[in-house]
């Protein structure tokens, strides 16, 4: 399919798939090198910006995000803004206070979170590259349930500047393609140091020709609590790797369950602060009754226009951030993290990945997600949560289908500023990997 055919066919596809909030209206994409499209949380200046919230409904951004400058710079035509879970909150993107992405093996299922639209576009259009943004999860987990590559680098290899924060010490903007090879070459397009970005500005250079990965550890608290279908794929994809060459050992990782409850209260925590900015005079929505007291109007503003899911999470980081809870739940929070990060580099001093399972099930049913507490939905990214909050690169690899026809992905995470290895591993897993692509109609 040609970028003229995609382009002719784009709002067709949307209606079917619901995979973007804003899309451009060009059938003719010029002298462009290729397409691509953008969570709806990165900053454009040609299209709206909602974050997935009602809140922002009319904001158009009087500037692009550093990482879709770079990707305009290198020939790149935006097609689209994806739609997310509203802010990021969430794990299956049925949290939008807009459009819900369908997944594109089955209309009926979710295609994770919360970058689920970026996942879907990349797995429906060929040659086509999207930007998600990771948290706690959010381009892995979409990867995993839309059966494409995703990988989201090192905290600060990539400029968050343009991106509208959920977690400011946890956001990582990466790279989600059908491709393994596209992991490698648009992660080096908006990689980089940025000035208007101080937490992208002391890194190491990104090498296209790294280390090969020769080894993985599988931590044993990695492979509970899987289903039988994932369980089983998961152990016939570490065979094949061992078929390629690749020495694994099983380790202990004891701090990875303590990961989920700390990322909980750190991420709400950034979360309730970032936040406090939508009060319905600066940006987006703007129709409260402006004869109103400002706090009146600020509480009246926020509960009709924020969903349910951020008010639980403003809610839950102003609670752990107050006078008298700070250190019992945030300070520790953050301690948590320091000894993730220590288990992460104990483990990885002696191999080049920590591999285990993406997700524990494959994409959920709608009527199923609906029938989940918020607890249960918090639950399921117990094995995304660890390498986020510890900052470190880690990809989302297709290894495989359930009984439905359901995409499975292991996930591989990296050691700081290594993410050579995984660009590794991912090329050479895909030239074995028999990957069935989902039938796409419009």
């Known amino acids: 399919m040609t970028m003229n055919d995609i382009l002719s066919k784009l709002k067709a596809t949307n209606d079917r798939y619901s995979m973007f909030h804003a899309m451009t209206e060009d059938s003719d994409p010029g002298e462009s090198k290729f397409l691509f499209s953008a969570k709806d949380n990165l900053t454009s200046c040609d299209m709206e910006t909602c974050s997935g919230s009602r809140i922002l409904i009319g904001y158009r951004p009087a500037f ?20 997310m879970d509203e802010f990021g909150f969430g794990t299956f993107s049925s949290n939008s206070g807009l459009e819900i992405p369908r997944n594109p093996y089955d209309l009926e299922r979710a295609c994770g979170g919360s970058s689920g639209g970026s996942a879907c576009a990349a797995a429906v259009f060929e040659d086509h590259v999207s930007l998600g943004v990771s948290t706690g999860g959010s381009i892995c987990c979409p990867a995993s349930f839309c059966g494409v590559y995703g990988i989201a680098p090192t905290y600060g290899r990539v400029s968050r500047y343009g991106l509208i924060d959920y977690g400011n010490s946890l956001d990582k903007i990466g790279v989600i393609s059908a491709r393994a090879g596209d992991l490698r070459r648009y992660v080096h397009v908006i990689a980089g140091k940025d000035e208007k970005d101080p937490t992208s500005c002391v890194q190491p250079e990104l090498k296209d020709e790294g280390r090969k990965l020769k080894s ?18 998961f152990n016939d994809s570490v065979e094949a790797l061992k078929g390629i060459g690749v020495d694994v050992e099983h380790v202990e990782m004891p701090s990875l369950k303590y990961a989920m409850p700390a990322y909980y209260v750190l991420a709400t925590s950034e979360a309730s602060t970032n936040l406090a900015r939508y009060v319905g005079m600066r940006y987006g929505q703007q129709k409260g009754d402006l004869s109103l007291k400002f706090d009146d109007y600020f509480s009246s503003f926020r509960s009709e226009y924020f969903g349910d899911e951020a008010k639980r999470r403003i809610l839950l980081g102003t609670y752990t951030r107050m006078a008298g809870f700070r250190d019992r739940y945030y300070a520790k929070a953050l301690k948590v ?3 993730v990060i220590k288990d992460y580099k104990r ?7 920590v591999l285990a399972p993406t997700m524990p099930f494959t994409a959920p049913r709608f009527d199923d997600i609906s029938k989940m507490s918020a607890l249960d939905a918090y639950k399921a990214d117990y094995l995304t949560i660890p390498a986020n909050i510890a900052g470190t690169p880690h990809m989302s690899v297709p290894c495989g289908y359930d009984g439905d026809g ?25 030239k074995g990997f028999d990957m069935k692509k989902p039938e796409v109609g419009a």
């Open 406 to 430: 359901m995409p499975i992905g292991m996930q591989f995470v990296a050691d700081h500023w290594n993410e050579e290895v995984l660009f590794d591993i991912a090329e050479r897993w895909e």
């Open 216 to 233: 993985v550890a599988i931590p044993k608290e990695g492979v509970e609590g899987l289903s039988k279908d994932v369980e089983k794929t």
């Open 337 to 339: 993290r320091q000894i």
């Open 347 to 353: 483990v990885l001093a002696d191999h080049d990945a």
């Open 64 to 83: 692009d995000a550093t990482s879709i400058a770079k990707m305009r710079a290198a020939g790149g035509k935006l097609i689209g803004k994806c739609n």
